[in-house]
């Protein structure tokens, strides 16, 4: 058994260690601005959380930035992850001809440094109308985010035993169904995961929310929250810290609903 | 960017969103002078900002005014073909009596014309903390020894004497633009044109002068932050900061009381003369200006007093205009202070030199902070005269 | 996961052939299914190609120019000839050979090693919660906060002095190398996260049955783990290495925010040198020459892990 208590205190201990900073967030935020020195605080010392959320909220258009990025971050996590299935599927299970081609081609698109683009993507935007649309955002996050959902993907399917496809293909079952009925509920986990790690990335993206919207109904949060923390920054840290908290609320609750989901199907295979 | 506005408004990008009310306010004077208002658009990110600012020139869907910096950083986009010359707002500036400053005017200049008129005039003066002063039972000093009995006598109490960052910032140029243009105001002048050397005596001095207060203990570490400024003011934690006025408004807002704030001229160290380090905004008009009279009218209204006055009162920061001086007893006590003593400017360094040189020096700086030894310094200078060499070379190709 | 016993290869043979009276057209046969690979595929690449990979062909074309953002200047290859005799290049190297090492082997080691731990714990889930936390973190947060842990008056310095160690106190970020290492432990404290998921995901893909098969053989804890559940982990493995090794090449953001590549530039990476050099410098041509080498090396080094992977199809294993 101390196999087992040795274990236990290992993980107990590395995950007090992984809290250490996220506590420190929290507790620097509820710190009002007039009392921060720059010195970090270690417990509460005062209820600052809220007034630093409605400062946040006042001098940034933070409410509307939140509302723009969950539509970015559910949309097109989710069309994202939908092409990126497609595309998986036609790679590991159809008879493509050279599916490493394929592979590398899609792959690319996760390699390319993104600053990389930014010139050309916002000339290109600004000729066809869809600078600050928020068309365009979805269009650029979807494409930015099918790349590393599709190697999820197609990893996965992978670990799906060819039999099935072989004996599904013999049935006289068509790809579509086949997609349907086989792989998708099968890389269900899979899926969902490319689809939370997409919603986060998407959440979190700071570069393309600032190059290619400037309108408050197309910001996505980070972009208005980088309003307070820029180089005319007028509010200290702990507001900052207060807003990136709201912001990153959702994405936290999102993991920990996930982990739920995926101990109860651990259970259910065990 | 390209979108129909409404008739009676002209588009500013600029790289603040903050400042987006007092464009509110200022556009409010304006509309009666020029007939039209401003419609304000942000990108808070700086370097994002001059990114967009490029390659919307390029495609010609350009906002009718632009901020941008004046100087060398004004050159570089003037000579591109992208602004508009404004010389006339200038000229009826010197006319109706609201600014006459020649070395201001010579910083908007390139070959002869002007190309944006200044969007503020900010000096680079010491802020200090009155809580402080009085615990030390100091008055604010007048000559370059009664500072460093200040400096002395704030490490002697465990106050921080001077809060200098700029470890990973712009800000390491702060105290090399002070002590070099203290010393020698005409030799600066000389080595930001490219004339001088900075491995010049005049450099070596300042360096000298620089890594002893560092030996003193007069600085912070250097990558403190004048976000934590505030509190350490209000507390009496820190004594002294030398920055631009232009923060005297964040500074306010973050809780330190005007009364507990004032802001002196740094005394000249010993040789040098009373001189000032300025840092002047551009609001320029764009060649491209789907509005282009309109943003022509708006650009001759900007220095009329009442325009200045709204503008300045939210900035909290002096203007162009010396007549103009908002109601904060910190930047009041400034521009008495200049009004008084009558010191040469000197245009900040960050607009004083071709900006890729800037921004190679200004690195060298920041190292120098990190590691301020006499060795160092001298490394520093030898690497910054290297780099001169080289984009002079480019700039005049 | 419902897991098909693996069918008897012998069986499937002597399967009755259906639709034996029909004959098949093999030509049209694969024609329609490529209509059908092209159905499935072209959303993904026409994407992928459209605002991906054209941008990025551009941004190299760029590179063969001396471009300041408004003129430019046809130079052909003299970018690249300054960049690989650029003293500062070198070091750029240096340091982001030194991010991939690091951000391979601390996130990528730590994920497996939680994710099999916390699967035999009861409080596996709050444990694998606090774990993955940061991930969620938005980075200029994450930024904010390693900040003023790690700034010279910060919390790390603090407590250094409070529990009596003051004397290993340092300036955190202000000097190299010690600035990349405590980065790269910054970063591995917001990665781990993700890569603890992806191993999980791959642990349920084992099915029940090998492991007992294994446990009867007598394989007990490190063994099982070593000789069983390690192999069955490659897929998943696979793409944890691959995209560590390609996000850690392009570690930007953290570095960018903490440092700005500094002392100078002493603790710049490959892709902060591509950034500066286009965005700050505005030399838009050498930029993009350094963004174009930067892709060269990803490309390979993703392609030296993965080439082995690529070919297998369903079912094969990896």
Redesign the interface.
């Known amino acids: 058994m101390t196999g087992r208590t040795a274990r236990g205190v290992l993980v107990t201990l590395i995950s007090v260690l992984w809290l250490v900073p996220t506590w420190l967030v929290v507790v620097n935020a509820f710190t009002p601005t007039e009392q921060y020195t720059g010195s970090p605080r270690w417990w509460f010392t005062s209820a600052g959380l809220f007034s630093n959320i409605r400062a946040a909220f006042d001098s940034a258009d933070v409410g509307q930035g939140l509302l723009n990025t969950l539509m970015y971050s559910v949309i097109g996590g989710a069309v994202a992850v939908v092409i990126s299935a497609l595309a998986a599927f036609a790679v590991t299970v159809m008879p493509v001809r050279r599916p490493g081609l394929w592979f590398w081609f899609i792959f690319i698109g996760t390699v390319l440094p993104l600053q990389t683009f930014l010139s050309p993507l916002f000339t290109g935007y600004a000729t066809t109308n869809l600078y600050d649309t928020q068309y365009g955002m979805v269009l650029i996050y979807v494409a930015l985010t099918i790349p590393f959902a599709f190697f999820v993907n197609r990893n996965f399917m992978l670990t799906v035993p060819k039999e099935i496809s072989e004996s599904a293909q013999l049935d006289g079952v068509n790809w579509l169904s086949m997609f349907l009925r086989i792989h998708l509920p099968l890389a269900r986990n899979a899926l969902l995961a490319a689809f939370i790690f997409q919603f986060t990335w998407i959440w979190n993206d700071l570069l393309f929310g600032i190059t290619l919207s400037l309108s408050p109904n197309v910001r996505p949060v980070t972009a208005t929250l980088a309003d307070l923390s820029g180089n005319y920054g007028t509010v200290g840290p702990p507001v900052v810290l207060a807003g990136a908290l709201v912001a990153s609320l959702p994405t936290v609750v999102l993991f920990f609903v996930f982990q739920r989901f995926f101990v109860n199907s651990l259970r259910l295979t065990a | ?1 390209s979108r129909p506005a409404a008739a009676d408004v002209v588009s500013l990008f600029n ?5 987006a009310p007092g464009f509110q306010a200022a556009g409010s004077r304006l509309r009666p002078l020029s007939g039209f208002r401003l419609a304000p ?8 900002y ?3 600012v ?6 010609g ?1 350009t906002t009718d005014l632009i901020k941008w910096w004046n100087g060398y950083r004004l050159r ?2 003037a000579r ?1 073909g ?1 602004l508009a010359d404004v010389t006339d707002a200038w000229d009826e500036a010197a006319r109706r009596g609201w600014s006459d400053d020649t070395a201001l005017r010579s910083t908007f200049t390139y070959e002869g014309k002007q190309y944006g008129v200044p969007l503020y005039k900010s000096y680079y003066v010491v802020f200090y903390s009155r809580p402080a002063f009085k615990r030390l039972g100091v008055d604010v000093p007048t000559t370059w020894q009664q500072f460093l009995d200040v400096v002395d006598a704030a490490h002697a109490k465990g106050i921080t004497p001077i809060s200098s960052g700029g ?3 712009w800000e390491s140029l702060i105290w090399f633009q002070q002590l070099v243009n203290g010393l020698d105001h005409r030799f600066y002048q000389e080595l930001t044109a490219g004339r001088a050397s900075y491995t010049d005596d005049v450099c070596r001095r300042a360096m000298a002068l620089w890594s002893d207060l560092y030996r003193r203990g007069a600085f ?6 004048t ?2 400024l ?3 003011f ?2 009496g ?1 820190t004594a002294m900061c030398l920055y631009g006025t232009w923060n005297t ?2 500074f306010l ?3 330190v009381k005007d009364a507990d704030l004032g802001a002196f001229l740094l005394p000249p160290p010993p040789g040098g003369a009373r001189s000032v380090i300025v840092e002047s905004g551009v609001l320029a008009v764009s060649a491209n200006a789907h509005k282009l009279d309109a943003a022509h009218a708006v650009a001759r209204a900007w220095l009329n007093p009442s325009v200045q006055t709204a503008w300045s009162g939210f900035l909290r920061d002096t203007s162009a205009d010396p007549g103009v001086v908002p109601n904060v007893g910190t930047v009041r006590q400034v521009a008495a202070q200049v009004r008084r003593e009558r010191p040469t400017q000197a245009i900040r360094y960050w607009e004083a030199s071709p ?2 040189l800037i ?2 020096n200004v ?2 700086l ?2 120098f902070m ?2 301020p030894t006499r060795a160092q310094a001298t490394k520093t200078l030898t690497n910054m005269q290297h780099r001169a060499d080289k984009e002079w070379k480019v700039w005049t190709s | 996961m419902d897991v098909l016993t693996p069918a008897d290869p012998a069986a499937s043979r002597t399967r009755p052939r259906r639709s034996h009276a029909l004959v098949h057209d093999p030509r049209s046969e694969r024609r329609r299914a490529a209509v059908w690979v092209g159905a499935f595929l072209t959303p993904a690449v026409a994407l992928i190609l459209l605002l991906l990979l054209a941008p990025f062909l551009i941004t190299a074309w760029r590179s063969l120019f001396d471009d300041n953002g408004v003129t430019a200047r046809f130079v052909g290859l003299s970018n690249y000839i300054a960049l690989f005799s650029d003293p500062d290049f070198g070091r750029s190297l240096l340091n982001t050979v030194l991010w991939v090492v690091g951000t391979l082997v601390l996130p990528v080691l730590l994920g497996l090693l939680l994710a099999v731990l916390t699967h035999s714990v009861r409080w596996g889930a709050a444990a694998r919660t606090a774990v993955v936390i940061p991930y969620a973190l938005s980075g200029s947060a994450t930024a904010l906060l390693w900040t003023f842990l790690l700034k010279t008056d910060g919390a790390v310095n603090q407590t250094l002095n409070a529990v009596g160690l003051g004397g290993l106190q340092q300036e955190w970020l202000l000097h190299w190398p010690m600035n990349t290492l405590v980065m790269i432990v910054a970063t591995t404290w917001q990665a781990t996260g993700a890569s603890l998921i992806l191993f999980l995901i791959g642990l349920q893909t084992i099915p029940s049955e090998t492991i007992e098969a294994a446990r009867l053989d007598g394989a007990q804890g490190f063994q099982l783990f070593l000789r069983v559940i390690l192999p069955q982990l490659r897929p998943m493995t696979v793409v944890v290495v691959g995209m560590s090794i390609v996000n850690s090449l392009k570690t930007f953001d953290i570095v960018w925010l903490l440092t700005q590549g500094g002392p100078g530039t002493a603790s710049e990476t490959l892709a902060l040198t591509m950034y500066r050099q286009t965005f700050t410098l505005n030399r838009y041509g050498y930029g993009a020459a350094v963004s174009v080498v930067l892709t060269v090396v990803v490309v390979a080094a993703s392609w030296l892990y993965l080439r082995r992977q690529v070919q297998q199809r369903s079912g094969e294993g990896v």
């Open positions: 960017m790289d603040n969103p903050s400042w658009r942000a990108v808070p990110n700086v370097s994002n001059q990114q967009i490029r390659m919307s020139a390029q495609t869907s570089d986009i591109a992208i470890a990973t910032s912070s570490a250097p990558d403190a932050q976000t934590d505030p509190a350490q209000t507390q934690t408004g964040a807002d973050n809780g900006p890729v921004e190679g690195q060298e920041s190292a990190i590691n």
